[in-house]
């Protein structure tokens, strides 16, 4: 699927490094895919730490003792801590070489509670391993956050302390945001891209930038959400002043053009080429 990936020469596509797989097999196979990045002039944005992209969420070596205290919270107090700074240091530090690696995305979502256990990251042990990617390389940081953009649903999802964002701002050098807004039956506000919006104007107040780390394009559980609502969120992000948009849903493309339904890949090309882009109207 990869190769199927860099066929539709993206502007950026982001990986991540898995640490319970690199554990046990090696680099092998991360260093084929970003061999392949390289010989298709494909950037890449490279997560690394223990929480990486797709479910479970959480990559922790089975070897490793994965525990949290009793609010979820994985901190500098636990035997994970020094490890996984470990295992950000020693990935960066073999691939800060590479000139198609845009950037560095510390953790996915270490502040919303995810996974089937619904654990986070403390803040405290992010920045050390923040601290121990600065040291070895330039190039920018992002974290990113879970927006849904629906209170109820960002209240379930954050610890009880302050906005996740906000929380990035201060470490980060980009704030990333992953949007989703139809998830199975519920919904966001009808004026989501406002919020979403009003987070670029506080990155860019504090000189950092914003990034939309996670487009919705696919339905996530939802029969309602269709290809062209892919291109709405999309169009809508734009509007807001994002220039950074990547999309989540790739292996749903495939899988339904594998199927004989072209539909989704066809919405995503069109946005990977303005010139098949029209604008929607709402």
């Known amino acids: 699927m990869f190769d199927q990936l860099l066929e539709l020469r993206l502007g950026l596509v982001r990986i991540s490094a898995y640490w319970d797989e690199i554990r046990k097999n090696g680099y092998a196979e991360l260093d084929w895919i970003l061999d392949a990045a390289r010989g298709a002039g494909q950037s890449i944005l490279l997560t690394v730490g223990m929480k990486a992209i797709r479910w479970p969420e959480f990559y922790i070596p089975p070897d490793l003792e994965a525990s949290a205290h009793r609010d979820g919270r994985i901190g500098l107090d636990s035997p994970l801590s020094q490890p996984v700074i470990t295992f950000v240091s020693e990935a960066v530090a073999r691939y800060r070489d590479r000139p198609h690696i845009v950037g560095w995305q510390v953790e996915n979502e270490p502040f919303n509670r995810s996974g089937p256990q619904r654990w986070w990251i403390d803040p405290r042990l992010v920045r050390r391993e923040v601290e121990a990617v600065r040291d070895l390389d ?20 954050r610890p009880r302390w302050r906005k996740p964002e906000k929380e990035i701002i201060d ?49 996530w559980d939802s029969p309602s959400f269709a290809p062209n609502d892919m291109l709405a969120i999309y169009e809508r992000l734009a509007r807001a002043g994002f220039s950074t ?14 199927a004989g339904d072209s539909s989704w ?13 029209e604008p929607l109207t709402f």
């Open 138 to 157: 330039p190039r920018p940081i992002v974290l990113n956050a879970f927006a849904h953009f629906d209170s109820h649903m960002d209240r379930q999802s």
């Open 171 to 219: 470490v980060a050098d980009i704030l990333g945001l992953d949007v989703y807004t139809t998830i199975g039956a519920r919904t966001a506000s009808a004026d989501w891209d406002d919020s979403v919006g009003r987070w670029l104007g506080v990155a860019e107040k504090h000189g950092k930038r914003a990034w939309i780390i996670e487009s919705q394009a696919e339905p």
């Open 245 to 258: 948009i990547l999309l989540w849903g790739c292996e749903h493309w495939f899988a339904r053009a594998a």
């Open 265 to 277: 890949l066809d919405a995503a090309k069109r946005l990977v080429d303005p010139r098949g882009f």
